[in-house]
DNA sequence: GTGGTCTAGACCACT
DNA sequence: GTGGTCTAGACCACG
């Protein structure tokens, strides 16, 4: 139920919320039903404004991630199950596709760039 | 010598033509001498602003990595050699990390990824 | 191109605007690459924030009824064809059945009701 | 002497137990001394919150709709005869008005909208 | 010129 | 207590 603001990042505070949130979904450690921090509570934790949480916590509503209990707060919304396995390839397509115009151009053949890639997979898994 | 923009994508325009030329030159493919596409001709062949494509070319002026000849356009400058693998392996890192960063908060398993990854390095080296 | 705002209503701002583009579009009244006004120029026009605007641009965007050209304002995205009649008479029928419940807990019969509702048709018609 | 409340509309709970109310008096169907549900025993059957049934019903007594009964819960008050026809269609213009701005947005015509609304009208008399 | 982001503070509606 | 809405004004990135 923690979250990690950086207000020096180029990324919008409303963003690392909405990703935070995101995350904590899919990842299973935030079941349906799980109540958020309240918008004015999350905004003096981390001395931002009310109106930038209350964004976040909107797009989230509006994706069907979150709910409104009017008056009581937000919850992780009811969800279906988790999108299928083509599904998820179809979202992670465009960023390799980036990333392998970007070895072309680079000319870094393609066994060193999937290696490269195998390294940061292993990061990112045990940082 | 060609160039893919994508007008879509949360990358500025001018931000891609940076990243393009920064490529080609550090990889070698583009050599001290080398004619860049007018400002005018790459606006319009892309359905881009002027201002834009100048804006990109500035920059790397700035750099030194092109040289302005007056009433020939913009050529690549005169330059060291070409960067090293692990220069390239440098530059090409962050879009894998990103990529991989996505490929764990999706749920893909790291042989999928790396499998997906494969079949987008076939597809832009022969189209 | 025209919008109407009645900010003493209990309709939020934001909703009239981001309902009378969603009506427009779906009718076929506004085609894809439609430009819309500015955000300042429509905040001007009808005294009201600009962020409330934006906000009801952001809604529709979140939604891909509009796209933001950079630097060159927002336009109606391409979408497919205009919604059938089935589909418009679907989006119709909400009101229209409120309505309804309302007219037989006020005892108000069919001819009357139908009357009523003809007469504000023609009102919306030719005001 | 049933109550149809819909917790995910926009519509406020409250407002729509007033206005259910209203219509039922207003109509005559609900004449002085008519015993309405207890506040705990409405909130339960629709699991809302008691407070929300209690202001609804404070609301109708300031109104002087309805009148508190000692330890017998709230009664119709006594009353001047039911509306008029013109007071009862004055109620339901404002849903019509609507619901006739759609249709115009919508480019659905007079004569399919009438049709729509007629067909409203029959399936909430005879569900 | 365009929209995006954030702040500070106000008022309202709902539970 | 909760979130929603709006205002006024600031700064930034992009074209």
């Excluded at 079941?31 to 976040?56: C, F, W, Y």
Aim: contains cysteine; proline residues 5%; glycine residues 6%.
């Amino acid at each position: 139920m923690r979250f990690v603001i950086h207000t020096s990042t180029a990324e919008p505070i409303y963003k690392q919320i909405v990703d935070q949130v995101r995350r904590q979904v899919v990842s299973g450690q935030w079941g349906a039903g799980t109540e958020l921090p309240s918008v004015r509570g999350l905004a003096q934790e981390h001395a931002i404004n009310p109106m930038t949480v209350s964004k976040a916590y909107s797009q989230l509503e509006a994706e069907g991630l979150l709910e409104r209990r009017r008056g009581m707060g937000m919850v992780i919304a009811a969800r279906p199950a988790a999108a299928s396995l083509a599904e998820r390839l179809a979202l992670l397509q465009p960023s390799l596709s980036v990333a392998a115009h970007q070895a072309v151009q680079l000319q870094v053949d393609s066994l060193r760039a999937l290696a490269l890639f195998r390294k940061c997979l292993g990061k990112v898994e045990k940082p």
